[in-house]
Nanobody, 119 residues
Framework: QLQLVESGGGLVQPGGSLRLSCTAS????????LGWFRQAPGKEREGVSC????????RYADSVKGRFTISRDNAKNTVYLQMNSLKLEDTAVYYC????????????WGQGTQVTVSS
């Protein structure tokens, strides 16, 4: 059974950076696209970014384009989200997910990691 564990969340000031990691166990991530989602208090979960199985294709929500970068290391069974120029509105719980394909159904969710942007 595929299990995903996120790490790297925390408290950061506006304009700062964080790198989230998500490592899988149980199954290889080679067969999945990988996505990052987030859910802010009182809001629905939204897609942030997605990367294809080979890493050759990436997608970003308009709100994070130019600031966030998704990458993956299949040898380490890990996906990353580098977040730069963080804004107050980036505050949320961030979840990684194994997806059959970008914009497709989620096969497995991580437990989430809190990112708080505050001065």
């Amino acid at each position: 059974q595929l299990q995903l564990v996120e790490s790297g969340g925390g408290l950061v000031q506006p304009g700062g950076s964080l790198r989230l990691s998500c490592t899988a166990s149980g199954l290889t991530l080679d067969y999945y696209a990988l996505g990052w989602f987030r859910q802010a208090p009182g809001k629905e979960r939204e897609g942030v970014s997605c990367i294809s199985r080979t890493g050759g294709s990436t997608r970003y929500a308009d709100s994070v384009k130019g600031r966030f970068t998704i990458s993956r290391d299949n040898a380490k069974n890990t996906v990353y989200l580098q977040m730069n120029s963080l804004k107050l509105e980036d505050t949320a719980v961030y979840y990684c997910a194994a997806i059959l394909y970008c914009s497709g159904p989620v096969a497995s969710w991580g437990q989430g990691t809190q990112v708080t942007v505050s001065s």
